[in-house]
Each structure stands twice: as structure tokens, then as C-alpha cells.
């Protein structure tokens, strides 16, 4: 189906506008008319983020793993610029190493950022959105949240878990007017696979045959990625002004691919072992 957009300008709050698929999001949702107050995590990056636009880019610090900052950081927001209308989860960073060889740190950071942070958004924006009976919140996971590819489990583990909290929000959203959108992209052309990367040191051969091969190939590809982030952001576009936008939304054909994929093998293995999973009732 595609988005037949009915335009209005909105105020859209943005996580993580430095680079990547915030940016793109940020340059798209500006130049068609709207508000966007994105955060940055250093007060550097603020000029930098406003000149995009000279009335209706506000730059903002804050750092989404600082839990305590985030609710004061959203009421100084709703006082300066007026209700929120989208919210889009979209800061998170990617992680890469076999799990054994990851400390249980980085899964704890990964989490922070990825999921804990997003939470803590959603639960600041909202009391003003259930009373208005109206917003968007958007949750930017991944085809990480669908499928899994050895090395980066902690990625994966964090996507999965927003991705079940999205689909939640739904259920409890639906019927005081808040739409809910997980966003899963494929692979784009950002930095997830490049700076943007945490990688944990290696230190187990046994993994050497499996995962060598993974890292030098993902690190070859960052760049050349299939997707689009500046068509991601038309799509952003023109999703916050759906009527009845999806509650699920994949972007670029490898993650369509792959998760098909993903589904339809799932399905098999279900209806393999259908008899031992019945077999589990009472009698």
C-alpha cells in the first residue's frame, strides 16, 4: 500500500539528528514545513543542526541514556515550542562481537541507548499526548528486530526488545488516538556499520573460521549500502501524514527479502514440530 499523505505541519522531536538516519529525517521533515527539535549529545553540534533551518530547526542536548534528564529536558520543550505531535525514537549505535567475546558492559550500553533511552522518551511525551488524543510515536528498529546474523547479538537482543515494545504500544495506544510505528530498516548508507560501530576485541580462534570473514565483509560494505537515507526520510515524510499510517514499516528491498525469508522458515519449523507443541495440554 502506498502513503497518501494529508500534509500539516507538525513539531517532531528527533533523537540522534548528528548524522545518519536522523539527519536525513531531520533535512526531509524541514524542508517540507515542519518543526523539528532534534537532540544532540554535545553542545557543539547545536549551530551546526539550527543552520538547517532558520526558524524550524532547534537543536537540543541531551543524551538519551540520561534517564533523570529526559522528562525536564521534554516539559522545557513542550513549554518553548507547544505540544508534541511526533515523537522518533531514531538514536542507537550498533554492536559487533560473538557474544562470548562481548563483555556484558557493552550489552548493558547497548540497551541504554537503544531501548532504555526510548522508553524513557516515550514515557515523557506521553501524558501530553494521551490528553490531547493524538500524536505518532515512531520507534526506528531495525531488520535486526526480524532476523539475526552471528556477531552482533547484542544489536539484535536490543532491536528485538523494541520492537516487542512497539508492538505493545500499539495495543494500549490504538483507542486513545496515538498512532504507533516501528520503523525497521535494512542496510543504508549511514555510519551503523562504520564509526558509528562499537566492536569488541576478539580473543577466541575458535570463532575465526565463522566470524572473520562477517567483519571484514561488513566493514567492505559500509558505504555501498543498497539503501537510500535521503528516500528514508521522503518516506518519514509522508508516514506522519498518514491518516492510518502502519504499525510496521520495512524499508529497502534486502530487509523485505530477508525477512520474508526469515518469516516463511519460521513457519516451517513451527509446523514440524506442531504435534510436540500440542502435545503439551491437558489431556
Not at 494529508?6 to 524541514?30: E, N, W, Y
Not at 542507537?92 to 547497548?110: F, N, R
Not at 576478539?202 to 560494505?221: N, V
Not at 526520510?233 to 523485505?256: F, K, M, N, T, Y
Request: glycine residues 8%; aromatic residues 6%.
Amino acid at each position: 500500500m502506498s502513503l497518501s499523505p494529508t500534509p500539516t505541519h507538525k513539531t517532531v522531536l528527533i533523537t540522534g539528528v548528528s548524522s545518519g538516519f536522523g539527519r536525513a529525517f531531520a533535512v526531509a521533515l524541514l524542508a517540507a514545513g515542519h518543526r523539528v527539535i532534534g537532540t544532540v549529545r554535545k553542545p557543539e553540534a547545536c549551530a551546526e543542526f539550527t543552520a538547517l533551518h532558520p526558524h524550524n530547526a532547534h537543536a537540543v542536548v541531551l543524551d538519551v541514556t540520561d534517564f533523570a534528564a529526559i522528562e525536564p529536558a521534554v516539559a522545557q520543550m513542550q513549554s518553548q515550542f507547544g505540544p508534541i505531535d511526533v515523537l522518533i525514537n531514531n538514536a542507537g549505535y550498533g554492536h559487533e562481537g560473538t557474544l562470548e567475546e562481548s563483555p556484558l558492559h557493552e550489552l548493558i550500553a547497548q540497551f541504554n541507548t537503544n531501548v532504555f533511552g526510548a522508553v524513557a522518551l516515550i514515557k515523557a511525551v506521553l501524558p501530553d499526548m494521551r490528553q490531547r488524543r493524538r500524536g505518532h510515536i515512531i520507534n526506528v528498529t531495525s531488520m535486526g528486530g526480524f532476523i539475526t546474523m552471528p556477531g552482533i547479538a547484542y544489536y539484535c537482543g536490543s532491536k528485538f526488545a523494541l520492537q516487542g515494545i512497539s508492538d505493545t504500544l500499539v495495543q494500549e495506544l490504538r483507542g486513545l488516538g496515538i498512532h504507533v510505528t516501528a520503523l525497521a530498516p535494512g542496510s543504508f548508507r549511514t555510519d551503523w556499520a562504520g564509526r558509528s560501530m562499537v566492536r569488541s576485541e576478539r580473543s577466541i580462534a575458535d570463532y575465526d573460521a565463522l566470524f572473520d570473514p562477517i567483519r571484514a565483509a561488513r566493514e567492505a560494505k559500509s558505504g555501498k549500502q543498497l539503501g537510500d537515507p535521503a528516500k528514508a526520510g521522503q518516506v518519514l515524510v509522508d508516514l506522519i501524514a498518514h491518516e492510518a499510517p502502519p504499525a510496521q514499516l520495512l524499508l529497502g528491498s534486502d530487509a523485505l527479502g530477508l525477512v520474508r525469508a526469515r518469516l516463511e522458515s519460521l513457519r516451517a519449523e513451527i509446523d514440524q514440530w506442531e504435534a510436540v507443541t500440542r502435545s503439551t495440554d491437558f489431556a
